[in-house]
């Protein structure tokens, strides 16, 4: 059991022992300590969410998210979808497409609107897809026309805002899948306020960072 005081233990990778009776430990295993993102319990609701800070990054289907140094990222980086090969996971892409995890807790209920800040060599590099609880939304998938600088987005390619209905406040597990590899994300932001339009590099980090 991990203390739940990040002031005895901070938020970073830990190397984990586990000592027999004899004092033999076994193998070490890396893993990695991170607490949720805080939604603002402001009116706007917003959450912000530097992409590089995943929680949990999976590889599927031959490619990954992988950190990149592109010049005017926020943050400490931004994420690519690789190998840029041409790719695209269109449908079933919760179990086919590399997936970057981020666990909030929410403090607001009902329709959140979807941003991200993205850019993209091309019109094939520049898709992805959101969802909530592992789940795959269509009312946020497909979210494309990222341009070649940063761009802040929320249309989907059915021409609709992306949303997420978030159901209880608490915990839940925030996901971004590829659907077009070479797409670079730098930050989501989220917001329950339907007229809010991030700027720049967006709204400062959402705690615990």
């Given at each position: ?21 004899n ?15 805080q ?91 959101f ?79």
């Amino acid at each position: 059991t991990i203390d739940s005081n990040s002031n005895v233990t901070p938020p970073g990778h830990y190397w984990v022992f586990i000592v027999n009776s004899n004092g033999v430990p076994s193998v070490g295993s890396m893993i990695s300590v991170q607490r949720p993102y805080q939604q603002s319990t402001a009116a706007d609701g917003i959450l912000s969410i530097e992409v590089e800070r995943f929680h949990d990054n999976v590889a599927q289907g031959g490619h990954s998210w992988n950190r990149t140094a592109t010049a005017g990222a926020s943050g400490t980086g931004a994420q690519q979808s690789l190998p840029n090969n041409g790719g695209q996971v269109n449908t079933g892409y919760s179990t086919a497409s590399p997936r970057m995890d981020f666990w909030v807790n929410f403090t607001k209920t009902g329709i959140h609107h979807v941003w991200a800040r993205g850019q993209a060599a091309t019109g094939s590099d520049d898709s992805y897809h959101f969802g909530l609880d592992g789940a795959e939304d269509p009312n946020a998938d497909r979210i494309h026309s990222f341009g070649t600088t940063w761009t802040w987005k929320k249309t989907t390619m059915d021409n609709v805002d992306a949303t997420v209905n978030v159901t209880s406040t608490g915990l839940h597990r925030v996901s971004v899948w590829m659907r077009e590899d070479g797409l670079i994300l730098d930050k989501l932001v989220l917001t329950v306020n339907a007229a809010f339009v991030p700027t720049g590099t967006g709204p400062a980090e959402s705690a615990p960072y």
